[in-house]
């Protein structure tokens, strides 16, 4: 979720704040000096359906020479925050002020629209602070996203993602790919509010994926706010609606499986792979071996790989040409085919 906190931040990539990450990547740690201070409500979706609590508050904050953030609430709530390294170098302070609150008017309870005190350093002699004030205006809807389908299977290593106009919604997108398994961010960029696609490169071949589209508000403009001892910095008041599928790309050895199966249908249609025997009893012996490489293909869709590379030893020992098992088809593509089932199973995960 675009609410989550993992062991590598994700970047705002709006124009103004790619280039303040680049110049932020070059000095982390100097002379206390901060550059910008992203504060965001949010509202997280599952497949198009509202969480259960989905309502939360956090914060990043970026700049040189900070050596620890706390941020103070109107109500004298206050939430420290932690370090991590930004998606694609840098630094950045990260602050995760409320999370699963099941309505908006319960979060404004705890955390009402108001000014914040951010303090930066605090007990340091470059000791700093600057207070904020949050009231964003939520967006009108959130991105309905069209592919993948929510739990989908076998979604190619570069697909292309979809989602309905979300033109009037808010003021821009943000997308982001995540290896849902070991939380890390693979890409993410932000897009026009327009936009309705985005391919973002290869993916993790056999592994569950996270994909999130962000509609945001307050998102393009900063304002310009001093701190206490004047450093100037830009502060954005953010709301967004995420909306999140998980999916599952396809295996090496899936789309290798794949692959064979076609040869067979190919060498099935010309002629050079022939079920041993004749007349039904050759049909008969075709239709099982075939049925062996599909039944590994199902297996492979539901992870259930140990079972995926019986049936596919099971299916090379009857065309491998050695006298026994005796083989159950014969012909011109017998031997490639052999091959291209050893090469299913060395892709096979363990």
């Not at 005190?117 to 007990?123: A, I, L, Q, R, S």
């Not at 106009?165 to 003021?171: A, E, H, P, R, T």
């Not at 070991?182 to 993790?204: D, F, K, R």
């Amino acid at each position: 979720m675009c609410t989550e906190k993992t062991k590598v931040f994700r970047a705002f990539l709006t124009p103004v704040i790619v280039s303040l990450v680049l110049i932020i990547a070059a000095d982390a740690f100097g002379q206390l000096d901060v550059h910008l201070i992203h504060f965001t409500t949010s509202k997280s979706y599952s497949a198009g359906r509202s969480d259960i609590m989905p309502y939360g508050l956090w914060a990043m904050v970026l700049g040189d020479g900070i050596n620890s953030v706390q941020v103070t609430s109107p109500t004298n709530i206050t939430a420290v925050g932690e370090l991590g390294e930004l998606f694609g170098g840098g630094w950045g302070w990260f602050i995760d002020l409320a999370e699963d609150y099941a309505t908006l008017r319960w979060l404004r309870r705890d955390f009402p629209i108001g000014y914040y005190k951010f303090t930066f350093n605090k007990g340091q002699i470059d000791e700093d602070s600057v207070m904020v004030y949050t009231n964003p205006v939520p967006p009108t809807g959130f991105a309905n996203i069209t592919y993948p389908a929510n739990r989908a299977i076998n979604v190619p290593v570069t697909p292309t993602f979809t989602w309905d106009s979300c033109l009037g919604y808010g003021d821009s997108l943000f997308v982001s790919i995540e290896d849902e398994e070991a939380e890390v961010w693979l890409n993410m960029s932000s897009l026009n509010i327009g936009e309705t696609s985005w391919t973002p490169g290869p993916l993790l071949p056999g592994r569950l994926h996270d994909f999130e589209v962000c509609v945001q508000t307050g998102s393009i403009w900063g304002q310009t706010l001093s701190t206490y001892n004047g450093d100037p910095l830009i502060y954005f008041d953010v709301f967004e609606y995420n909306n999140e599928v998980l999916f599952t790309v396809v295996s090496v050895a899936k789309e290798k499986l794949v692959q064979t199966l076609e040869f067979f249908d190919v060498s099935v249609a010309d002629d050079t792979l022939e079920g041993v025997g004749s007349g039904a009893l050759a049909e008969y012996q075709l239709d099982a071996l075939r049925n062996m490489l599909e039944t590994a293909s199902n297996f492979i869709d539901y992870a259930f790989y140990g079972a995926a590379r019986q049936q596919l030893q099971d299916a090379y020992i009857r065309c491998d040409g050695e006298p026994y098992p005796a083989d159950l088809v014969t012909g011109e593509s017998v031997e490639q085919l052999a091959a291209m089932i050893l090469d299913v199973i060395d892709n096979l995960p363990e």
